[in-house]
């Protein structure tokens, strides 16, 4: 699985594993165990083949459905296969 999901409801992490949510192997997988979470005001999905790290606030700025973000994923998904 190469992609982390980390999230939460709070401004404040836990910290570390305590916002650890689960592991997908795309970034649609990602978006999807997301907004399963009721709750969230925050995340950071980590690449751990690509070692980057995606957020709403740098990444998917401006994306605010899910709608939205799952497009963008779908375009990421694409390219991350074509590496």
Known sequence: ??????????????????????????????????????????FNIYDTEGDKIYNKYDNMAGLTSNEQRLKWAEEEDREVVHW
């Open 1 to 42: 699985m190469r992609y982390m999901l980390f999230a939460g409801e709070s401004y404040y992490p836990r910290g570390g594993m305590n916002d650890f949510i689960g592991r997908t192997a795309t970034l649609v997988d990602a978006i999807n165990l997301l907004h399963q979470l009721c709750r969230w005001n925050w």
